[in-house]
T-cell receptor, first 114, second 115 residues
Framework: AQSVSQHNHHVILSEAASLELGCNYS??????LFWYVQYPGQHLQLLLK??????LVKGIKGFEAEFIKSKFSFNLRKPSVQWSDTAEYFC????????????FGAGTILRVKS | NAGVMQNPRHLVRRRGQEARLRCSPM?????VYWYRQLPEEGLKFMVY????????ESGMPKERFSAEFPKEGPSILRIQQVVRGDSAAYFC?????????????FGDGTRLSIL
């Protein structure tokens, strides 16, 4: 069965610190990869996505993620976080062979201290 | 530019009652997905529907749960004879076309509490 692992459930950073959130998945076939963010009291919003091509993808608000096929990873990065980045971040994987459904990681709660 | 609309935002039911959760997809979207989030867990896929058709229900519990997306009106997720373990946040998402590369747009969710 497909699974998605997010290594850190809670992360606390100071403003201007660099961020890297890990995401690994278990499926060996062709995948589409997503990072979603949920700000307090809001719905999930798409941060960025990877389907094919350049494995380094850039998203909104200065986020980027790198797909490393050999490591089954899609880690999220931001060079300098802001207090407004406080939110929960979800990695999600769609295995093309299994249709349209997304398999989500458990989420990482990021708190940025001002 | 209304996004995905879910109602109610909060729903309280007693054990044994029925819960009905509604989802109106974004304008122009004909594909609807339901996910469930239990405390401290990620979202788990339940069902994928197109208008009048269930495409993938591999994540739906075999009993008490059903979903529909009629030709007219919102998609409905129905839970009959609710139990405490049904307490969760239920999220609906929609996309304009089929294909796993189509980003899914999410609603605010319905928080279901079972007394």
């Amino acid at each position: 069965a497909q699974s998605v692992s997010q290594h850190n459930h809670h992360v606390i950073l100071s403003e201007a610190a660099s961020l890297e959130l890990g995401c690994n998945y278990s499926y060996g076939g062709t995948v589409n990869l997503f990072w979603y963010v949920q700000y307090p009291g809001q719905h999930l919003q798409l941060l960025l996505k990877y389907f094919s091509g350049d494995p380094l993808v850039k998203g909104i608000k200065g986020f980027e993620a790198e797909f490393i096929k050999s490591k089954f990873s899609f880690n999220l990065r931001k060079p300098s976080v802001q207090w407004s980045d406080t939110a929960e971040y979800f990695c999600a994987v769609n295995a093309r062979e299994y249709g349209n459904k997304l398999v989500f990681g458990a989420g990482t709660i990021l708190r940025v201290k001002s | 530019n209304a996004g995905v609309m879910q109602n109610p935002r909060h729903l309280v039911r007693r054990r044994g009652q029925e819960a009905r959760l509604r989802c109106s997809p974004m304008k122009g979207h004909s594909h609807v997905y339901w996910y469930r989030q239990l405390p401290e867990e990620g979202l788990k896929f339940m069902v994928y529907l197109q208008k009048e058709n269930i495409i993938d229900e591999s994540g739906m519990p075999k009993e008490r749960f059903s979903a529909e997306f009629p030709k007219e009106g919102p998609s409905i997720l129905r839970i009959q004879q609710v139990v405490r373990g049904d307490s969760a946040a239920y999220f609906c998402a929609s996309s304009p076309q089929t294909g796993g590369d189509q980003p899914q747009h999410f609603g605010d969710g319905t928080r279901l509490s079972i007394l």
